[in-house]
């Protein structure tokens, strides 16, 4: 099966299915985010509203969070707290209370935790969330009912013991989002996986800048010619699938990396011959390879002109290569793509880009910035 890619440019497919829809949205007739959407801080809080709090966000992986644990962190600008109960069940919560709004667990990262106690007032809440103990409950009005103040909870779902959340009741269900990941890489995670590395890296561009750098298929034979190219192997055998939320580059195996590794036996099919690429809206990667080696590449906004960008590396040990010679792999492209990501933000701050042609390896930059149009828009963010 070949995958179709529906990429077609308006010079040369004027009656083609454009990738972005101008006028339905009454957007500008042209096909990438401007060199502002790059630059102008008036983006970042819009982009929290109309893109982070309206879809799923990755958050990491549900084994950190044993029977008993909270982890409080900030996700798209929230204080939130995921929780996993003493039966094993995971919850999100925002991290403040709903009697004066003060945050709960001041603590960031994970601690072990039987009650959640307010240091404002030390209102009480179990680990459902709900409201289980209040000092001085004689002076509230005789109407107070704790149940009415439990936890503000949001949506919390896992796909291969990953955790996600999304602030937004009418997104769809995470294995509708996922498309088909769940099918390719839902046996890739086995009950050997581990976490093998994990590692931040600032960079100095905007999140979508390098967003739009590990979705684009254009530069990886030239840009990483001696390093991602070696795996990923010749342009010609590239296959895209470009989905609701998601889109894929699959590329076979090369001989070379089948003659280096071995392969995990449950796999089948495509999952066992391929390297699947995977774009996630709005900021996510995940890469997975027949030995089982599944990586997430995590992509937070800091400033308009900075991100934090998280890989995430799992894998049976017994499969994959040591944790050294993958953080090397990794990092090789990783720090190419951080030259020309900042390299390219100097270009959008010049005051002197409009965008150029779209190359059909482009296809999946597109896909996503199509998503991002859709969502400035739908909210009337678009000017
Ligand atoms: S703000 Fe938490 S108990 Fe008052
Ligand atoms: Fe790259």
Not at 95 to 119: D, E, M, T, Y
Not at 210 to 222: E, F, K, Q, R, S
Request: net charge negative; hydrophobic share 40%; charged share 15%.
């Amino acid at each position: 099966m070949v995958f179709s890619l529906p990429l077609r440019s308006p010079e040369t497919d004027p009656q083609g299915a454009s990738p972005v829809p101008p006028a339905a949205h009454g957007l500008p007739e042209r096909f990438l985010l401007t060199a502002e959407h790059y630059t102008n801080p008036q983006w970042i809080p819009i982009e929290q509203q109309t893109i982070f709090r309206r879809t799923w966000l990755y958050v990491s992986d549900g084994d950190r969070l044993l029977p008993g644990m909270v982890w409080a962190r900030t996700v798209a600008g929230a204080p939130l707290l995921i929780v996993r109960d003493n039966d094993g069940e995971l919850r999100a919560f925002y991290n403040l209370c709903p009697h004066r709004a003060a945050i709960l667990s001041p603590q960031a990262g994970i601690h072990p935790c039987q009650k959640l106690v307010c240091p404002y007032h030390a209102w009480v809440y179990d680990l459902a969330g709900d409201l289980v103990g209040v000092p001085a409950r004689d002076k509230f009005p005789s109407s107070f009912q704790k149940e009415e103040f439990a936890l503000r909870s949001l949506r919390l779902e896992t796909w291969s013991g990953f955790v996600f959340v999304c602030f937004d009741d009418t997104a769809p269900p995470l294995a509708e989002f996922l498309g088909s990941i769940p099918k390719y890489l839902g046996q890739h995670r086995t009950a050997a996986t581990q976490p093998l590395a994990a590692k931040q890296y600032i960079v100095a561009c905007n999140w979508k800048n390098y967003h739009d750098n590990t979705l684009c298929d254009y530069h990886v034979a030239i840009a990483h010619r001696t390093t991602l190219n070696q795996v990923q192997g010749p342009i010609r055998h590239y296959q895209h699938q470009l989905e609701a939320f998601v889109n894929l580059l699959y590329t076979p195996t090369t001989a070379d990396w089948q003659a280096e590794n071995p392969i995990l036996p449950a796999l089948q099919g495509r999952s066992r011959e391929g390297f699947f690429t995977y774009g996630i809206y709005p900021n996510l990667h995940l890469l997975g390879l027949p030995n089982g080696l599944l990586a997430w590449l995590h992509i937070e906004p800091l400033t308009v002109e900075s991100c934090q960008v998280s890989l995430d590396l799992y894998g049976d040990p017994e499969f994959c290569p040591p944790t050294e010679t993958l953080l090397a792999e990794f990092e090789a492209f990783m720090q190419e793509d951080m030259v020309l990501t900042e390299s390219v933000q100097q270009g959008y701050a010049s005051g002197a880009y409009t965008p150029g042609p779209v190359n059909g390896l482009e296809a999946r930059i597109i896909h996503q910035q199509q998503l991002i149009w859709d969502a400035l828009a739908t909210a009337g963010a678009v000017v």
